[in-house]
């Protein structure tokens, strides 16, 4: 018998902790080496500097679930365009993994004018959309993901506004880079 493991299941599973998440794993059957890679694909929306320094929307595409973003030892930071200064060139080592949740923003909301939560990532940070739509602003712009998208963020000044009445979750892991 298989059993179907949604994101709300999911959700609940991480909020009781690791132990119960083995089982979850467990239920839904074991890993062999024919498992095959998820096919299909996933809005990517990826972040960097202009030459000003400035934070931007490097990139806002569909990817290939496969292969969703990678980075080397050297670039801690992966693929970045030619213009962009290289302001982290090395990985600390150190990984977060965690659920955010966040309500809906109060007013007078956050913009890119009156700068309300903007702050700098210290590396990269892929941002999975659990559930909901938020806003993700940058300096320069700003655009709408929803639940099924995934923002990596690469080390860019950034803020979210949750134009919603519910919170957003987000699955985010950061590898903090210097």
């Not at 993901?145 to 950061?174: C, F, K, Q, Y």
Request: contains cysteine; proline residues 7%; hydrophobic residues 35%.
């Amino acid at each position: 018998m298989t059993q179907r493991i949604d994101r709300r299941t999911m959700l609940a599973y991480t909020a009781v902790g690791g132990g119960a998440m083995a089982g979850l794993f467990a239920a839904a059957g074991p890993a062999t080496a024919q498992t095959p890679v998820p096919a299909g694909r996933m809005r990517r929306v990826v972040t960097g500097h202009n030459a000003e320094g400035k934070s931007y929307i490097v990139s806002d595409e569909m990817a290939d679930m496969g292969n969703l973003w990678a980075t080397k030892p050297d670039s801690p930071l992966g693929q970045a365009p030619a213009s962009e200064p290289k302001k982290l060139t090395h990985s600390t080592g150190e990984h977060r993994l965690y659920v955010a949740a966040l309500p809906p923003s109060r007013d007078p909301k956050p913009t890119r004018e009156n700068r309300g939560g903007f702050h700098q990532t210290p590396g990269l940070a892929y941002c999975y959309i659990l559930s909901g739509e938020i806003v993700f602003m940058t300096d320069t712009q700003e655009t709408t993901v929803r639940a099924g998208d995934l923002v990596v963020e690469r080390g860019t000044l950034h803020s979210w506004r949750n134009e919603g009445t519910a919170p957003v979750t987000m699955l985010i892991v950061v590898n903090n880079a210097t």
